[in-house]
T-cell receptor, first 111, second 111 residues
């Protein structure tokens, strides 16, 4: 059965800390892995990682895909209170018609 | 503003009733997917429509049904509502090979 597992489930850090969020997957014929940030309702897109693009960076956020270990990490450096959110990992296989989401990691950044 | 609009934003229904949720996608986004997100969980795939035809379905009973229209809008219908149907319902649209763009969701409460 296809599945995506994220860890930790929740995390509380102080402003300025660096955090690493984990995502592991078992999906038939993997095609892409995506990271989303969900603050209130709509998840907002962060990164998409594929076989041809296994590392992405945007400002303080970066992500790496390890196809051998079937996993990905999302790093956030110099965290800010505005980074507080649920971070969702989603994987899509070659059928292309659905994303499998993990349960998310709830990040709280305290001043 | 994500370009994907959902209505209504909140809804309260009684067990046994029927509900219709609506989604308006960006022009040209011919794929629309619906997800159910229960509290503390990641989004779960309900189904996907491509060019007005169902193109994949998750593990949801037939009382969950959908429609997609030529103007890129779509509907999710749920019959015989149950208490466990209480959740955030997300609509997402995409171009091929792009990550999904999510709407802000409809929060459905069944009492």
């Amino acid at each position: 059965e296809d599945k995506v597992v994220q860890s930790p489930l929740s995390l509380v850090v102080h402003e300025g800390d660096t955090v690493t969020l984990n995502c592991s997957y078992e999906v038939t014929n993997f095609r892409s892995l995506l990271w989303y940030k969900q603050e209130k309702k709509a998840p907002t897109f962060l990164f998409m990682l594929t076989s041809s693009g296994i590392e992405k960076k945007s400002g303080r956020l970066s992500s790496i895909l390890d196809k051998k270990e079937l996993s990905s990490i999302l790093n956030i450096t110099a965290t800010q209170t505005g980074d507080s959110a649920i971070y969702l990992c989603a994987v899509i296989g070659n059928t292309g018609n659905q994303f499998y989401f993990g349960t998310g990691t709830s990040l709280t950044v305290i001043p | 503003e994500t370009g994907v609009t959902q209505s209504p934003t909140h809804l309260i229904k009684t067990r046994g009733q029927q509900v219709t949720l609506r989604c308006s996608s960006q022009s040209g986004h011919n794929t629309v997917s619906w997800y159910q997100q229960a509290l503390g969980q990641g989004p779960q795939f309900i189904f996907q429509y491509y060019r007005e035809e169902e193109n994949g379905r998750g593990n949801f009973p037939p009382r969950f049904s959908g429609l997609q229209f030529p103007n890129y809008s779509s509907e999710l219908n749920v019959n015989a509502l149950e208490l466990d149907d209480s959740a955030l319902y997300l609509c997402a649209s995409s171009f091929p090979d792009y990550g999904y763009t999510f709407g802000s969701g409809t929060r459905l409460t069944v009492v």
